[in-house]
Every structure is written in C-alpha cells, then in structure tokens.
C-alpha cells in the first residue's frame, strides 16, 4: 500500500486552507500615471495630465489653479473670481474614495484598498478649503450659572457675538461674550425650553418648548417681541427663513415651527400672525429646515420626510425610505443659511446703520458662493433616524441618492460640514461617524465617547468638530486625521447642547448639571 502523501508545509505567515493574497503591482514613486482632475459633481476640469507618482499635494494645487484660471477670461469683471482662485488652497481625493492626498500621489495611491492599475485615469476630486484656519479649543474659560434646572439648547448669535441658552427651568439666557457673564434672563414660557434659534440678523431670538408656545425676542436687550400661539402640543424644532429668501419690502424673516400636534406652522416674523398651517404628518413632527431654495422640509415620526412650498403651504413631495421615527434633518447649506446667515469670517458686525438690503445682500453672495463650491451639486437634504440609518436625498427626485448605513442604534444628530464636503452623525452607539458629503460614502468612525452622543458641531473652516455625549465629556476631533484632538472634562453630568461659534473663537456646552461652559483656545 502506497504511503500517504505528506501535508505541505505551509507557508511562513500564513494559515493552512487560507487563500494566498493577490499582490498588489510594485509602484514606484517615480513611475508616471494619467490624472484628471474633477469638481465635487464629477466634471472634469482640464484635459487628462501624465503626472509621476511623487506629485505631492502643493504641485497639484498649482496645477490645477493654472487650469482654473485658464478657463476664466480676461474680462475685469472676472477679477475678483480670479483672485479667490489664487487665494483658495484645495483638498484633493482619488478615485470617488475617501482617500485624501495629504503628500504624494503615490502614497495616497498605495493607501487605496483597491489599487487601480497604472495604465488607468486615475480620477483627482478637488474641494475648495476655508481660508481660514480654526484652532482647536483646549481650556474652559468660564462656568457659568445661573439656570436652575437642566440645560436643553444652546446656540451662538451668527456673528458670534452673543449666546443664547435654554432650560428646563422656562427660561432664556442671554449671555455677554465679551465678560462672559448674564446679560438677560428672558421670562415668559411656561414650561420647558426645547430649542432656541437665531434669525439671520442675529437681531432676533426665537424659543418655544413643552408649553405649546413660541416666542421671539429682541437678540440685544433681551425683550419679548411677540408670541405665537397656536399649537396644541408642545413644539419640538423651529426654524427661520433664511435671509437672503427675503422679498421687496420685508423687513424680518419670517418663521416655521413643528410640533407634537402633528402640524407645521408657518408665522409672520414681522407682526407674529400665522400665515398657514401645514397638516398632512400622521405623526409627531420632531425636525424641520428651511431650505436656501426656499423650501421647508419637515421630518416626523410618521417615518416620513416632506417638502413644502413656502408659497402656499402646498405639500411638494414626500420622501419615503425610513423604517422608523425620523429624529433629525439637515441640509448641505446649513452653515450660511441658518447658522451664519448675514456674517461670513470678514464681514463686519451689523450695525444701526445697516440696512435690511445689505445684509440680504451678504446673506445671497454667501448662500450663492456655497452653491458654486459644491460643484453644481446644489443642496442635499440629509436624514437621520431611530432605524440607526441615514438616508441623502435631493429635491430634483423622491427616491433617496443612497442610503448611509453603519450605526449600531439610533441616530440622533446629523451635521453637514461648513463646506458640504463632510457629514457627521451621533448616535446613541456612542460613536460619531464622518461620511462623504457629495456620494454618501463612509470615511471613519471616531470612537473615544463611553455613552450616547447627543450632538455635534463643525468649526467654521471643516476641519474638527465637537461632540457633546451622556458621559458628561465635550470632546475635539480632527476630521483630516480622523482622530481625537482634545478630550474636554468638566461637566458634572450629562451634555444635551454643543456649538461653535461662526467666528471659530469659542464652543459652548450645556446640559444636565445646569452650567453653561465656555471652551477657548
């Protein structure tokens, strides 16, 4: 009988029955590839470029402003667009993926999971970045108190001179930055205080809570203007209309707050009066956004999204997909719409003397620049939801553009980047995940948080973002690296509220222990 065949040895390094990897091709820095560059929609710019392999980022940023520049014509009115080509510097990514090429080209290409070969067009996304540069916030520069019960909301005034908080004990806040002590304490709700937003003027404050009402206030001195009644169940989110939506002769904008009354109202700013109410949510309305191509968008926890016309209050289209409660939304224009409205990083604080027509003014060339800058993607809407997804969609089409998947529970707070190149999300897996904010992609899970995270916000210029969580921590990231910045204690119990300022000076945060922190440099 014939011996048994030996076993073959293995290989060193590698388990017996396991497939051996296929190697990827040997590239050497000096080796040449086919590059061409392309806007966040995916236009090339330029015509295709043999480049070598150890291209670092500085010589393709000189390349493609050349290409830029070539297609602008000579005419003086081109001058200023000229000159924010030369002033911009711009991130670049290969191949639709979330690699960034933060040296070369050949180590971005080596760090790819899936090596194209040499012979193929390799595919240069380009973004334009801040001009600006946020630093990081590392120490707490105040604890203030005052409130006498929990803290629910927080936001900063768009030019960042003035903060706003709500509580739990039915009050506003006003806050002076430059003392960082009270200035106001607004009395007037009944119960708690939900959500507190500012118009794009930073003249006006609206807040509205438990006690089925809202109630706008002078941003300054702290009065009650008016106050809107009309909801039967306590209003869970509110929102202005953006500034640069204005019409001839309007003086204020206008505002649109959700409620658990199922309905969306839609108010005068001017005189406080309804202009018509919106009621086809079978459930519960928990987000809205008032969108810089004028529409408002509402989630609910009926499972569904709709669009509004801020015309008629006519539904315009629903988006169906979410398989449980929507819990928030957002949209890609956000940050100059809604956040920053009339102020960008060197524009000047309003003043008695400016008019409603200039700040409209600021308010379209900013909304318009940002336009230009997603590279005629035009506004995305983003979703979260209870279901532990997320869901992007745009106007032009009622089926989703894709579906985010990855979180292991819910979804409680989504975030476009300042620039629209980025998501962040929180949710309650204690985690905030970075995706791509033009396809959806997912680029990272940044882990450090111990308990549910409640919220997120980006730094002016894209390049962290701040998280608030029930581990009573405010913790940094650094979304180009992709890893913790600054771990922020301090907080003696659960953090409900995070934001930071449009000027990039200062973060807030506020929660459960009832003190309102201010982080600095």
């Not at 520049?69 to 003086?76: E, G, H, K, V, W």
């Not at 002033?87 to 090596?115: G, K, M, P, R």
């Not at 006003?174 to 205080?193: M, N, Q, R, Y």
């Not at 581990?471 to 659960?494: F, I, N, Y």
Request: with cysteine; glycine share 8%; proline share 4%.
């Amino acid at each position: 009988m014939a011996p048994s065949p030996k076993k073959r040895a293995a290989p060193q390094g590698r388990v017996m029955g396991q497939k051996k990897k296929k190697e990827a091709p040997q590239i050497s820095p000096e080796d040449t590839v086919i590059i061409q560059f392309v806007s966040a929609d995916g236009v090339g710019t330029g015509s295709e470029l043999s480049l070598p392999l150890n291209t670092d980022r500085a010589e393709l940023q000189s390349l493609l402003k050349e290409l830029l520049l070539s297609d602008i014509d000579q005419a003086p009115k081109n001058e200023e667009l000229r000159d924010e080509i030369q002033d911009t510097d711009y991130s670049f990514v290969l191949n639709d993926s979330t690699q960034e090429v933060s040296s070369t080209l050949h180590a971005a290409w080596t760090a790819l999971e899936a090596q194209p070969s040499a012979e193929q067009t390799l595919r240069v996304r380009y973004h334009p970045l801040a001009r600006f540069r946020v630093r990081p916030v590392t120490r707490c520069t105040s604890s203030m108190t005052g409130h006498t019960d929990s803290v629910l909301c927080a936001a900063f005034s768009p030019d960042g001179s003035k903060l706003a908080t709500g509580s739990g004990d039915c009050t506003v806040r006003l806050w002076d930055l430059f003392t960082e002590t009270p200035a106001h304490t607004c009395k007037g709700h009944a119960s708690w205080v939900l959500l507190v937003a500012w118009s794009g003027d930073g003249k006006r404050l609206l807040s509205a809570g438990m006690d089925k009402t809202a109630i706008v206030w002078d941003g300054a001195k702290g009065q009650k203007l008016g106050t809107l009644k009309g909801h039967t169940g306590p209003i869970t989110c509110g929102t202005w209309q953006p500034f640069h939506l204005l019409v001839d002769g309007q003086l204020v904008p206008n505002i649109a707050t959700g409620s658990k009354d199922m309905s969306i109202r839609v108010w005068s700013g001017a005189n406080h009066t309804v202009l018509y109410v919106l009621t086809s949510h079978t459930a519960p309305v928990t987000c809205l956004r008032w969108t810089g191509e004028d529409y408002i968008i509402s989630g609910s926890r009926d499972r569904v999204l709709k669009a509004w016309s801020t015309k008629d209050g006519r539904m315009l289209r629903e988006f169906k997909g979410h398989a449980h409660w929507v819990n928030t939304v957002c949209c890609n224009t956000d940050y100059v719409t809604l956040k920053t409205g009339c102020f960008g990083e060197k524009d000047q604080p309003a003043t008695a003397e400016t008019t409603v027509a200039e700040l409209k003014e600021r308010a379209l060339q900013r909304y318009n620049k940002m336009i230009q800058r997603t590279g005629g993607v035009g506004e995305r809407i983003l979703s979260g939801s209870d279901d532990f997804t997320m869901f992007l969609w745009s106007m032009d089409s009622k089926k989703p553009l894709c579906r985010l998947t990855g979180h292991q529970k819910l979804v409680n707070n989504v975030q476009f980047s300042p620039d629209g190149r980025m998501i962040a999300s929180a949710s309650f897996d204690k985690s905030v995940r970075l995706w791509d904010g033009v396809t959806g992609k997912f680029i990272c899970a940044l882990r450090g948080h111990v308990a549910d995270v409640y919220m997120v916000s980006w730094s002016a210029d894209s390049r962290m973002l701040v998280s608030g969580s029930k581990d009573s921590t405010v913790k940094v990231w650094d979304a180009a690296k992709r890893k913790l910045k600054e771990d922020l204690p301090g907080h003696a119990d659960e953090v409900f509220a995070v934001d930071w300022s449009g000027d990039g000076a200062r973060v807030v945060s506020a929660g459960r222990d009832k003190v309102v922190k201010i982080w600095k440099q």
